[in-house]
């Protein structure tokens, strides 16, 4: 006669009990899965339809696109992690199709994510503009991720327009990106709200005589004023202090090209 130990008898009971998954997170897909999982929640349900969606001709291709080999093994592993459902066959044109659905935890990642900025500069030119044309499929208001998206990178961009002005082509680059992106933001949102172009439009003439043609050495950001150091090209240096609303509208930095406008005891800038 075989006699089961207390413990022996607990191990047993743990074996039969099913392991859990588990929990999946967004960092936990690449790029491919999260725009597969995105597809499959607003509605192209097979995999052909998909990688067609993801072809280099297509809306979302323009962005970014993914080789039909690449786009099914996405699926295979979105199936493993239980974010999506095979519900089925449907016959057609050609050849029979496997129809795909977002099982709850897909649809509230996809959900999440769209509506999340993304963290690094160098993502806007992909994972942002996916977002955005995400989005707009599906009809959701893109407003609200721009200026979600703006606010994030608020910091990194007064650090990198801050900088001071150098031969290393690295730090160029970059403030010219951080730059460049800030402007898209900014017009972006433009274009969704037509009423507040008026605000940045600059004025071409001004009253003041006394306008001085200079360079940029220094842009430094406080929380409502910006410190604007200049340099005349006979070598004086001239400082402007105005409010950082002003520095960001008319995208100061240094190297740039500016007027400074000198009346009565105020000096002001202007950029052609």
Known sequence: MAIVTGNASKTAQAARVPARSPRVTMDDL????RVCLALIDEGVNHGWAIGTELAPASELGRVWSLSRPLTYRALE???TKDLIRREGRRSGQGR???MLSCSPTGRRLVRAWL????EHLREVRTELLLKLVLRRRRGDS???LLSAQQEAFGEHFDVLTTVGPGSEVVDLWRRESARAIRRFLETALTQISPAESTKRLPLMRLSARNQLRARVTSVTHGEVM???KTVLPDG???TAV??????IDLDIAPDDEVLVVVKSTEVMLAKP
């Open 30 to 33: 690449s790029l491919g899965e």
């Open 77 to 79: 592993l979105l199936t």
């Open 96 to 98: 029979e199709r496997v």
């Open 115 to 118: 509506d999340t900025p993304v």
């Open 142 to 144: 893109i407003e609200s």
């Open 226 to 228: 910006s410190t604007v």
């Open 236 to 238: 004086q240096i001239i």
């Open 242 to 247: 105005i409010t950082k609303e002003s520095a």
